[in-house]
Every structure is written in C-alpha cells, then in structure tokens.
C-alpha cells in the first residue's frame, strides 16, 4: 500500500484564462506530452496506461498522477487512512461526507466524500453495479469523458483505487485537484459518461531483443528515413507564446530519423497473437520498435519498457512514440535510450497486455457543495521579489495542513515588456526542525496583472510545526 508522499507527482500548470476541462485524446498524445514533459523536467518516464488527464491548452505541460491505495471497508476515514498513514491526525477536521448519486442504466455514479482547504480538495468517487455483479475481472476503468466542473481555473486528475474487496460492486476513484479560487463551500458538479473496464496483465516477458538482433545482423543497422511526425512549428503574429514554446521542445525531443516499416511479423511474447514487432533496430543511437496490432478494440499494447537485469530498479521507458493506422492494422512506434548492442545486452524487454471487458454508455452528473471546515491560515505579505528579471508583489499566502496558496501581484510595465512567467523553484516551506516539506503536486495560474501558485503537500503537516515560508528572498514568519 503506498503512502500518499510515494503518489503524488508535479502534475499540472494552469491558465488564468481557461475553465478547464477532460479532453478526450488519444494514447500517443498522453505519451508524447508526457515523456516530453518529463524529459523537460529532468525526470524519468513513469508507467501509465492510456489514462485520461487534464490538457489545458495554453499550458506548458501536464503529468498524470497514478498511484494504487487500499479502500477497506468502514468508512470515509478509512480511505484517507491509507493515503496519509499517521499524518491523517492533521487532516480529521477537513473531510466531510457527501453520498451525493445519480443511477442510469445499472449504474449508480455516486461522489462520496471530500476533503480539502480553501483552494485544493481531494474527492472520493464511485461506480455501483445495481445488479451486483463484482468488477473482479476488470482492473481499470476509463472514462470516456470525465470532468469537473468548478467555473474558473486550476487543475485536478483522477485515479481509480485498488478495492480491498475485489469481488463486490464497487469501483472507487480519488480526484486531487486544486483552483485559483476558493473551493471551500462553492458547489461543483462532477460529470462522467460511456465507461469501459479493462483487464490489465502486466509485467510479461517480450522477445528477447538482443538475441534476436545479434542472430539478424541485418536489423542492426538497417537503412533508417525522415521521420514525418514531427509537430509542425507555426510561429506568427496569431500564435500562442506558450504553444509554440511546446512544439519547439517537442520538434527537440522528436527525432529526425526512424526506422521503416519492414513487416517481421514476429511475436512480441508467447502470451500474445494480435500484437507482432513490425520492425526492431538502431535509429540515431536510440533502440527503437515500432509494433503492429490488430484486433485492438479487443487487446491493446499497455506499457512497454526494458528493466535491467541485475537492477530491476532501472526500467527505461519509452522517450518518443507515435502511432498511425495503416490497412487496418494500428503500428505504434517506440524509441528507447538504449545506444547499441553492448547496452542492450543488460536489459530484458517487459510488456502489459490491455484487454476490453465491458463497456457500459450513459451520462451520470453529480451537483455537490464543498462543504467540508476550511482550516486554511492567511497571513498578509505585501513584500516585493524579483524572479528572471520580473517584479512581483507578494500579497498574501494561504497555509493549511495540506497546502499552500501564494497571490501574487504583477508588476505591469514588467508583464509588458516580458508576459511569460517563470516562477519554479521559489518557493520552500520550512519546519521548526529545520526540515522541507515535500510538495507533491504544484500548479501557477497567471494572468495580466495577478498570479496564483498552489501547492499540494505529499504529506500533511502539523502546522504548529512550521517555521517560516520562504518565496524568493522573502520570509514569512507563521509560528512567531
């Protein structure tokens, strides 16, 4: 069972001028503004399988949140007992019971708990079969479309929960998300419609790699072409800074070169007979796969990734991917940081299988309020920094045990002369201890005049405890 400061990952940037919502996109573009993102970020690739996320489109990037926790039975408190360990003493005054359901076509869609301060929440949601059936064979559920509505800007992503009962009729999901604007006693509405449950079988062994390329010489350094799938850049007076910003990255991270299509037909392992390796080999010191699948309405390739070894610590997943359907037939294209047979050899190819068990269509739409106590702390600032050149006035700071909020005022003449904002890594929260507190999750929402950051605590915190807040070069004094 993971504890809350192993599953929260930076997960969002907002924009001001954006009520944000779910898009449905597809898996390539969850994978290239991912693994783009987390290579901007310095970070590695983490495992995910075609989950759905906020895209906001003015934002720099986005990373999904993916974590399992254990919902055993008795209770609300239960739930976030597994997410916050011990720490869930900080947290008791801040959850608040909803039961709030709507019922439609066998299933009751059901929000069921909530938990937050004056701009950042965490809510419990559920799917009940009526019938009884259990969701025992189907260990994810996707949405089609999910989406919370709180009118004005922020981000949220949600997760199902790994049920202590794998046989009942339940399915339970965590949203962590926060807003620009207060959220304590607004009402919100969460909507979801046409969701299908999937079977994952993970951690499969694939073909041997390097077996097969040292007994085909031939794939190794096979005639490599133009790679057309880089994102056109469109630089004019009509585009967003932003957009372009991240099309130029992505034309960076994108490569030149890959392999064609060559059509080996071989298995991709014994447990599979619709997913084949077209075409394996070398591209600009990157090993790279492209597969074929057919069928794929019914099986679908997950996670594809080398682990080493002798460290089953070091997976290395994919850098760069796209898809295209040819014939019928979809073809997934797959470029990993392995430069040549030497560093191949400490590696073994490992596989997630995805199969459709069901899907049920509907529209469920939920209205709650956020009525649970707001334990958030305001404290006055009204001191000036300067980030990047840039002259801000720090105006106030909201602290609660899960987060902490920062409103910022714009300096005008500065916005004019340069609107983008760079405001990472100014910020730290110190304990009387001496010790930092881990964020989990950040987010900065800007417009002309303001900014707004947030930040998500991978652990709540006892506030007695903390010393100062430090953004920039000022220092906030919270226990004097």
Partial sequence: MKKIDEILDDYELHNDDININEENISKEEIERITNLTLKKAGLKSKKHINKRFILPLAAAMTIILSFAAVFAQGGL???????????????????????????????????????????????????????????????????????????????????????????????????????????????????????????INDDNDGLNIYEFLAENKECINQSIIKNYNKIPVVNDDNSNDEEVAKEEYGNKVAPDNILPMKYLDISLGDKNNNIKIDNVGFADEKLCIRLALTDKDEQDIGDIYLRNKNDKSDEKYSEYMFSEEKEGIKYEYYMFDIKNMDELKKYNLKYSIVKNINSTAGEWKVSFKADYKNTSNKFRVNKEIEVGGKRYTVESIKLSPISLNIQLRNNILDNIENPVHNLTDIVTVIMKDGSIVEVGSSGTSTNALNATMNFIFKQPIDLTLVDKVVIENVEININK
Avoid: C, P
């Fill in 77 to 199: 408190n239960n739930i976030y007992k597994s997410l916050f360990g011990d720490n869930i003493k900080y947290v008791d005054e801040m959850e608040t019971v909803i039961n709030e359901s709507y019922s439609l076509n066998g299933i009751t869609f059901n929000v069921s708990s909530m938990l937050g301060d004056e701009n950042s929440f965490y809510i419990i949601f559920e799917l009940i079969k009526e019938n009884g059936e259990s969701f025992e064979k189907s260990n994810y559920i996707e949405f089609e479309r999910l989406s919370l509505d709180f009118k004005g800007s922020g981000g949220y992503s949600w997760e199902q929960i790994k049920d202590d009962d794998e046989k009942d009729n339940k399915a339970t999901f965590i949203l962590i998300g926060d807003t620009a604007k207060k959220t304590a006693g607004k009402n919100l509405t969460l909507k979801a419609s046409n969701f299908t449950e999937y079977n």
